[in-house]
């Protein structure tokens, strides 16, 4: 069977996604769709509002037939190293394809653009370290360098549009690698990914759809731009639940850890460099929400996405040994699947089966450890007998749908 392999996170499962899904599989005429998805944190460091088996069955019933964890080591990082873990795990899975979703639509500048910059590294680097010293954060010193390129080779990708970025990234990992997955974009439609406002189509960002969500809207009020399906399981998720999961919710956790740590113990969590613990920590004494405080610790050169990251390390205890220098996947561990997804993973047992993950519970894989450790944080602002079932769930057979 040819796959068609997608790198998603679905926060929700929306009509874009509908859309995405349903061109790849019509460009490529593959006879599956397989999704790499990020499990309950997110790659710019976000809860995800809703847990991974939610998001998983959304998936399913929207058409997906087969759905992989990203682990959270790979899947909380910036773009490049997120885009190339969830490559080669689409690899190592024999996909034909990664199909992602772009501002630019044409996959040759993709290409090219790579060539280019292959070409001009010692440019980039200089100029981008130029910027840097001007105060620059490491995204917007590469974006000012990528720039003064771009004035001199004018068809040069644009990549001030995040999933052109990420889209890049994928290119890339594949190119480095020489892998034989073959890229494909499909052009975006309807809003933009950062887009907050609902627009009077049936296609909104799930930065819109969460906003409205978390704002005290009603479920109802983004019914169109959700597949019915999608719809149902996030209403059944808030009845069980009763929340969607937010930044605010574990904001007293991050509280009590940056007062309750020393400064030497927190330079330890991963990314927390340059003395940034200090900030956080006088940051904290003085905030009562979430957005007070990063409102606060926000500059130039510590971008909300990177300081959401950071945090999210903190309350996972990330420390710089957690994370692995090799992105090639220790293991491929199943969230989900229909039956022509079950028929997939049977067919690659016997070349991929030592990689397969039958039982986490008795694997003692440290990156599978601070997956389970991610999913209990996540959970940890539930009541605790809706906690319990989440511990449980974590260690129980894939998602199957009838």
């Not at 960002?205 to 983004?222: H, N």
Request: proline share 5%; hydrophobic share 40%.
């Amino acid at each position: 069977m040819k796959a068609a392999g997608l790198v998603v996170e679905y926060n929700p499962f929306h009509n874009g996604h509908q859309y995405h899904l349903d061109q790849s599989l019509a460009y490529t005429k593959a006879d599956l769709a397989v999704g790499v998805m990020s499990g309950n944190f997110l790659q710019r460091g976000e809860p995800a509002i809703v847990n991974k088996w939610a998001r998983t069955r959304m998936a399913l019933e929207a058409g997906v037939d087969l759905i992989v964890e990203l682990p959270f080591v790979h899947a909380v990082q910036k773009a490049e190293y997120f885009a190339e873990a969830a490559v080669l795990l689409l690899e190592e899975l024999q996909c034909d394809w990664v199909c992602f979703g772009s501002e630019q639509g044409n996959i040759q500048p993709f290409m090219d653009t790579y060539d280019l910059l292959d070409e001009h590294a010692d440019f980039i680097n200089n100029h981008a370290k130029h910027f840097m010293d001007e105060g620059h954060s490491y995204p917007k010193a590469m974006a000012l360098a990528y720039g003064e390129l771009k004035h001199t080779h004018p068809h040069m990708l644009t990549l001030d549009q995040p999933n052109n970025i990420l889209g890049f990234h994928y290119v890339s990992a594949i190119l480095k690698n020489k892998l034989s997955i073959q890229p494909v974009t499909i052009q975006r439609t309807g809003s933009g990914y950062h887009d907050a406002d609902l627009p009077k189509n049936s296609i909104a960002s799930a930065t819109a759809i969460r906003k409205e969500l978390t704002s005290e809207g009603r479920l109802e009020d983004v019914a169109r731009f959700l597949p019915r399906t999608s719809y149902e399981i996030l209403s059944d998720y808030h009845e069980e639940m009763n929340t969607w999961h937010t930044w605010e919710m574990y904001w007293p956790y991050v509280k009590l850890k940056l007062l309750t740590t020393s400064p030497d113990r927190l330079k330890d969590i991963y990314e927390m460099k340059e003395g940034l613990e200090n900030r956080l920590i006088s940051a904290a004494q003085t905030s009562a929400t979430f957005l007070d405080f990063m409102n606060k610790v926000k500059t130039k050169r510590y971008t909300w996405t990177r300081l959401q990251r950071l945090l999210t390390y903190l309350l996972v205890n990330i420390t710089n040994d957690c994370i692995p220098q090799d992105l090639k996947p220790t293991y491929i561990r199943v969230l989900g699947f229909s039956q022509k997804g079950r028929e997939y993973i049977q067919s690659l047992k016997k070349e991929k089966g030592h990689l397969l993950l039958t039982r986490p519970a008795a694997s003692n894989d440290p990156i599978l450890a601070i997956e389970q450790r991610s999913a209990n944080v996540h959970a940890s602002v539930l009541p605790p007998e809706l906690w319990q079932h989440v511990q449980k769930r974590e260690y129980q057979p894939p998602v199957i749908l009838p």
